[in-house]
């Protein structure tokens, strides 16, 4: 009797172990699978999670910068020869106190090897496009180096030359939506 309810046992688990590791998976976990891997790929815009990303669509070169290119490539340059006189030309006064500001605050000296250890410089000169003039702003599209994606930035004139800001559209609307998002707590 003994041997007859361990047999009975072992054929139980047997069984029980055979059944769930079945290969074949039931339509309804194939129908699950695809509407999973579909919906994956889908972004719902009206969510309510302020975390949540959405991939921005990419949009077509409308112009190739003309006015602000030579002021990136100047930028580009005095990265790469880490000639700070050289970049504090290029950014406007008050991205200049803002980063001497910064590099008060973690007690650094160079604007270059600040803004390299952030930024360092590219193997290859920055793309730029869709330049966008209203009076003495301007906002281009740059690409390269730190900037993976196509990243528009704020440019001004100063005394009649173009200079680089520290702000973008992008970063700002970031800010503006963190803000509100710790408002309402």
């Known amino acids: 009797m003994r041997f007859q309810i361990l047999f009975f046992t072992a054929i139980l688990a047997l069984t029980i172990v055979l059944a769930g590791c079945s290969t074949a998976p039931t339509v309804n976990n194939t129908t699950n699978i695809k509407t999973n891997m579909a919906n994956s790929n889908v972004s719902t815009t009206n969510s309510t999670n302020p975390l949540e990303t959405t991939k921005k669509t990419e949009t077509a070169a409308s112009n190739n910068a003309p006015t602000i290119a030579p002021v990136v490539q100047n930028y580009y340059d005095a990265l790469k020869k880490k ?103």
């Open 83 to 185: 000639d700070d006189g050289a970049l504090r030309k290029i950014y406007s006064q008050a991205a200049l106190k803002s980063l001497e500001a910064d590099m008060k605050e973690e007690k650094k000296t160079s604007l270059v090897a600040f803004i390299t250890e952030l930024e360092p410089a590219p193997d290859k000169p920055f793309e730029i496009r869709n330049e966008k003039i209203e009076g003495d702003t301007a906002i281009a599209e740059i690409k390269g180096g730190s900037y993976g994606v196509w990243t528009p930035i704020k440019f001004v004139k100063e005394n009649g030359e173009w200079k680089m800001t520290n702000e973008s559209p992008d970063f700002e609307s970031v800010k503006q939506s963190a803000s509100n998002s710790n408002t309402g707590k």
